[in-house]
Nanobody
Framework: QVQLVESGGGLVQAGGSLRLSCAAS????????MGWIRQAPGKERELVAA????????DYGDSVQGRFTISRDNAKNMLYLQMNSLKPEDTAVYYC?????????????????WGQGTQVTVSS
């Protein structure tokens, strides 16, 4: 099992940048595929980015491709999401999530462990 705590959310103007961080506890962090999931009011949850256990493979949702970058530091048990060129439609609660999978995937339902979330608000 892994415990996850996000930080770094806040209010930013459209076109700006934010970097989200996720601290993971437990010695098995490196064994998980990790992802960032977001949920806006009245909308379904969306898996925006995923990264393999080694960090060597990354995948992104179409809505953030080219603007967001996911990364991890297994030595520090940390996951990151660099968000650039932010848009008002990126406004959501962002969750760090872990999937007990050996292969990267973009299946939201396979992420078993979630953090408490951090709010990102992008003003126009």
């Amino acid at each position: 099992q892994v415990q996850l705590v996000e930080s770094g959310g806040g209010l930013v103007q459209a076109g700006g940048s934010l970097r989200l961080s996720c601290a993971a506890s437990g010695r098995t962090f490196r064994s998980y595929v990790m992802g960032w999931i977001r949920q806006a009011p009245g909308k379904e949850r969306e898996l925006v980015a995923a990264i393999s256990w080694s960090g060597g493979t990354r995948d992104y949702g179409d809505s953030v491709q080219g603007r967001f970058t996911i990364s991890r530091d297994n030595a520090k048990n940390m996951l990151y999401l660099q968000m650039n060129s932010l848009k008002p439609e990126d406004t959501a609660v962002y969750y760090c999530a872990a999937s007990p999978s050996s292969i990267i995937h973009m299946s939201l339902e396979r992420y078993d462990y979630w953090g408490q979330g951090t709010q990102v608000t992008v003003s126009s």
